[in-house]
């Protein structure tokens, strides 16, 4: 019987052997045994056998300190998709266990995902992906090796292969290795990708760094000795490590933050690592009083730890040369959990799950998950995805001191949704350190924020729903007018209903389109169809998920060429309908004059209604307005509702241009007006009115802009979010009289 050959394998057990944790190295040795002569006669396109890419995934692994079934896992994990003739998921749990079978299906099950597609099969991609995350986040740790030795090696594949893959890294990998506090892999992932989508850039960028750190090149070693000999001086045991920054982290700042390469002052770094908490603190004070401090530039991340459970000290100060530089003070157990994030923590024994602590770390997991089942449409769960998990965080305090986290761009309603719901639905107000802010502010970090509520509350405006920046807050909204506002929502589904078989020219009676509605409904798992209106109403189903169905219904079964239908002459006299100037068709009215309210500005392609006024006419609101929720819960109102629709006729359609408020919110750079401008120009679009307003490191800038209806509208909002610095663009309407 031949030896075992575990020559590939060597530096991988003595690096288990010596890290003082307890492995199964049988298990192991039986995993890569198993996984070698599967794939006996495959090679890598680099041509080297394929058994060297396993390996490699398993060092990686074993360097983050996980345990043995990870390990197996990392041997097999290609092994069920790549040797399917061969192998499958249930002779790998025969072999190595129910633990390890999981694994390795989770990471199989984990594709090629492109986050700027919309498409069904990349959607179903990331839920895969979440799914498997949510039942063991160790998929995800060895999906992210897998990937860091796939980006090592990338060299090898085609031009557009390999931008392929460094996007998907960007993108997805490398936010999620940050997420989950894996500073080492994010590091390097973002490096690696960055060669290859601007290897331009990447060039120019450690050129600089290469040429400033050759005129500096005993910097760091003799700011190693200096503060060695200060801090030996104390009984505390230390350690250090100096760095310079890398070029992925200099190209974000010199072309997201438009600085200059010189402006950098965190380029150089003195990381210092101590035994307890109070060392990293007696630390600080000595580095203050052997360097000037730069004001500002001190950020305590002891006392309050990032989400992912990033902790640390971190200032810059200004060396004797005049090189400014960084320090980071932390202790080891803080160091560990800093380089390897959640990994460092997570630990399986004799069946053990993690602890409640960890769990709770990763609760981002389910809540995305849930935000996927909640989501209108794939459009919005993309959205949730950049933002709930892979945009850029700020931390605000609550007047207790409790810190929270939020999504750059969020707003003062996103803060109230994420302490409680019961806060969100009665917020009323909110002030920034102590001043009164509209609601819709976006907060900046380490801003104090204060949520005022009320028991006399009405609960959430519909408009909300437009201004708020994360899925959570958004969810919570449409839950609360699926319970509470059941009646308004059906009259506002209802109709936006009618407004797409009007858009659409489906011509049929009113019991034909019940039938349509009911039809479609079923397909929804919804047997009424007021349930339906209810739906749409509250924004849980979108218009653009059912308009197909609908029109496919209507062309299949209902369209009149294709069917009889008798027509009963009405018994009671149908009211005319008169056409207004404004191009709004009245119902059973004539020569009344007809104005658009303030408080919601409505534009042409939105569910409309007329208001009789007492001495204006008839005032037209967008169905879904705040203050026509107020009329309608008035009974001294029921007989001033007037049916008004858009006349979408060829004739009649109207060619006016319509004004419309909007909000932009961005971050300060020279020539982001003119940006802004340039693009309204390019899409003929006039600009009435313009102002501006400075918060902290942002602009908030005030239009009003001509517009032909809301898809116009809708398409230069979606024009203006894509210019870079935009934070966010928001309609404005008017508040509830």
């Known amino acids: 019987m031949d030896t075992p050959d575990f020559k590939p394998i060597e530096q991988l057990l003595s690096l288990l052997a010596s890290n003082g944790k307890k492995y199964d190295f049988d298990k192991i040795k039986k995993a890569f045994l198993y996984a070698d002569e599967l794939h006996k006669g495959q ?149 690696l990708a960055l060669q290859y989508l601007d290897p331009i850039g990447y060039k120019e960028i450690k050129a600089h760094i290469e040429e400033k750190y050759g005129k500096n090149v005993n910097f760091i070693e003799n700011l190693k000795l200096y503060v060695t000999e200060k801090l030996s001086q104390t009984n505390m045991d230390f350690s250090l490590e100096g760095r310079v920054k890398t070029v992925y982290s200099v190209y974000r700042k010199m072309y997201d933050q438009n600085k200059t390469f010189d402006e950098i002052y965190d380029f150089y770094a003195l990381r210092i690592i101590v035994q307890t908490e109070l060392d990293c603190y007696t630390v600080l004070g000595m580095i203050h009083e052997m360097y000037k401090s730069v004001p500002g530039r001190f950020k305590d991340y002891i006392s309050t730890p990032k989400p992912n459970m990033y902790q640390s000290l971190h200032t810059t100060v200004i060396g004797k040369d005049g090189i400014p530089f960084e320090v980071q003070i932390r202790t080891y157990d803080m160091h560990h959990i800093a380089e390897y994030g959640i990994a460092a923590h997570w630990k399986y024994k004799s069946g053990d799950k993690a602890s409640v602590d960890i769990d709770q770390k990763l609760s981002w997991i389910s809540k995305l998950i849930d935000t996927e089942t909640e989501a209108a449409d794939s459009e919005e769960f993309m959205h949730a995805f950049k933002i709930d998990i892979f945009h850029d965080e700020i931390f605000v305090f609550t007047p207790k001191g409790d810190v929270v986290a939020l999504p750059q761009g969020a707003t003062l309603i996103d803060f109230a949704y994420s302490i409680h719901t019961g806060v969100g639905n009665k917020m009323v107000g909110a002030k920034i350190n102590g001043r009164i802010a509209p609601i819709d502010t976006v907060p900046q970090n380490g801003d104090i924020v204060e949520v005022i509520t009320s028991n006399a509350s009405k609960g959430p405006s519909r408009d909300w729903l437009s201004i708020v920046r994360t899925s959570e807050a958004r969810n919570k909204i449409r839950q609360w007018f699926k319970k509470e506002k059941r009646q308004e929502n059906i009259l506002v589904g209802r109709s936006e209903i009618d407004k797409l078989f009007a858009r659409h020219r489906l011509i049929c009676t009113e019991e034909t389109k019940l039938e349509i509605v009911a039809t479609v409904a079923k397909r929804f798992g919804m047997n009424e169809a007021d349930d339906f209106f209810n739906a749409i109403g509250y924004g849980g189903i979108t218009l653009s998920k059912v308009e197909m169905k609908i029109r496919d219904e209507y062309e299949r079964n209902h369209k009149p060429q294709e069917r009889e239908i008798t027509v009963i002459e009405p018994t009671a006299p149908v009211a005319k309908r008169h056409k207004s100037t404004s191009g709004v068709i009245i119902d059973g009215l004539d020569g009344c004059v007809v104005k658009f309210a303030k408080c919601c500005n409505p534009l042409p392609g939105e569910s409309i209604i007329g208001f009789i006024t007492k001495g204006y006419g008839i005032s037209i609101h967008k169905s879904d307005c705040p203050n026509i929720s107020l009329a309608f819960s008035d009974e001294n109102n029921a007989n001033r509702f007037v049916k008004a629709e858009w006349d979408v006729s060829a004739s009649g359609a109207h060619k006016a241009t319509y004004e419309s408020a909007i909000q932009i919110f961005v971050n300060n750079r020279i020539s982001m007006l003119a940006e802004i401008s340039v693009a309204l120009a390019e899409m003929h679009v006039d600009i009435v009115s313009i102002s501006t307003k400075n918060v902290s490191d942002s602009t908030i800038l005030n239009m009003t802009i001509s517009c032909k209806d809301i898809s116009h509208f809708n398409s230069i909002v979606s024009k203006l979010r894509s210019i870079k610095d935009v934070i966010r663009v928001t309609r404005v309407v008017g508040a509830p009289k």
């Open 43 to 191: 090679m890598r396109q680099s041509g080297d056998p394929y058994i060297s890419h396993p390996i490699a995934v398993a060092e990686i692994v074993a360097s983050l300190g996980l345990d043995t079934d990870s390990i197996c896992a990392a041997f097999l994990h290609d092994t069920v998709e790549d040797c399917p003739d061969k192998t499958d998921i249930n002779k790998v749990k025969e072999l190595f266990g129910e633990d390890v079978a999981l694994l390795v299906d989770g990471v199989t099950k984990i594709k090629s995902i492109n986050i700027e597609d919309k498409e069904e099969t990349h959607i179903e991609n990331i839920r895969k992906m979440l799914l498997a995350m949510s039942k063991d986040v160790r998929v995800i740790f060895i999906k992210l090796c897998d990937r860091l030795h796939n980006m090592r090696t990338l060299y090898v594949k085609k031009d557009e292969k390999r931008r392929i893959t460094a996007l998907e890294t960007m993108h997805v990998y490398a936010p999620l290795a940050h997420r989950l506090g894996m500073q080492r892999i994010k590091q390097e992932l973002e490096n």
